[in-house]
């Protein structure tokens, strides 16, 4: 067992003495495997270093390339006709004839000839868009929002600002007009309107003269006057209708026929007593 174990030590001497003749017969700087690096003596503390992966090789620096720009569709009906109505009617009819080409005759061909066509169409379209914000931004009169606001804030002022000069209006109204209502007993949607009127009628102050083309009442109008010569006159032919009468100069507008609100009689009568046509639209 003793001889056993010395032999296995002089192995084991012999090996490392053969290591060190190989090791000091290096040139300096140079380790085994063909490395360059440093010898391993003085890169002790890096531990078992030879189980590293090797160094990652250095990347090529690249520049970054420029955002790519969507290039509008090239015009294909370029040189047309000079006229632009002409030009407009010719180019509808060249994508519709594609197209009715593409779904007769769906080949790859045709139908890529149809999408060139529309996706200039849809450019062009893009373009006259982005055109259109850009003047109307930049040209106020032509900005059709500061006459009528688009936005929820804006929109609330102007609805607000709105209702309080026809109230006003109406109620200046209903100094020296009143209504005539004209109804029937037997008249479902009068019962349902009689008592909007009625609150109309007290909310601004606006007599009404509710006359009856059956001799039949409402709740709200007890006392009707009964008369279809009136009715007659004024070419009354559905009920409910409500005029407005203007007693000192006779003159009688109608304002409607048929279940209203009371904003529906409000903007009625402020248009028709006060604004002429194309001033509120």
């Not at 290591?19 to 078992?48: C, H, I, K, Q």
């Not at 632009?84 to 080409?101: T, V, Y």
């Not at 006459?147 to 804006?154: C, D, E, H, Q, Y």
Request: net charge negative; proline share 9%.
């Amino acid at each position: 067992m003793m001889k056993t174990k010395s032999v296995a030590k002089a192995i084991a001497f012999n090996a490392l003495a053969m290591l060190a003749l190989v090791l000091t017969a290096m040139p300096a700087g140079a380790v085994p495997n063909g490395s360059t690096d440093t010898d391993y003596f003085n890169r002790n503390a890096e531990g078992w270093f030879w189980y590293q992966d090797p160094p990652p090789e250095p990347e090529e620096e690249t520049s970054p390339e420029p955002e790519s720009r969507q290039q509008a569709s090239p015009d294909p009906f370029a040189g047309g006709p000079a006229d632009p109505l002409e030009r407009l009617e010719a180019i509808q009819k060249a994508i519709e004839r594609a197209k009715a080409r593409a779904v007769l005759e769906p080949t790859e061909e045709n139908l890529a000839e149809y999408l060139r066509l529309n996706q200039w169409q849809l450019d062009q379209s893009a373009r006259f868009a982005d055109v259109w914000r850009r003047v109307v931004w930049q040209t106020p009169e032509l900005d059709y929002s500061l006459r009528r606001p688009t936005m929820n804030l804006a929109v609330h002022e102007y609805q607000d600002q709105r209702s309080r000069t026809r109230a006003r209006a109406v109620a200046e109204v209903a100094k020296t007009h009143g209504l005539f209502f004209f109804f029937k007993g037997s008249c479902p949607y009068c019962h349902v309107f009689s008592p909007i009127l009625r609150k109309f009628s007290e909310a601004y102050g606006i007599e009404i003269l509710p006359i009856s083309l059956d001799g039949g009442t409402l709740p709200e109008f007890p006392r009707p006057r009964v008369d279809t010569r009136v009715a007659a006159e004024l070419g009354v032919k559905t009920v409910p209708s409500v005029f407005l009468v203007d007693p000192a100069r006779r003159n009688v507008i109608p304002v409607g026929s048929g279940v209203m609100s009371m904003q529906d009689l409000v903007e009625r009568i402020y248009v028709l007593t006060r604004t002429r046509p194309g001033e509120d639209f």
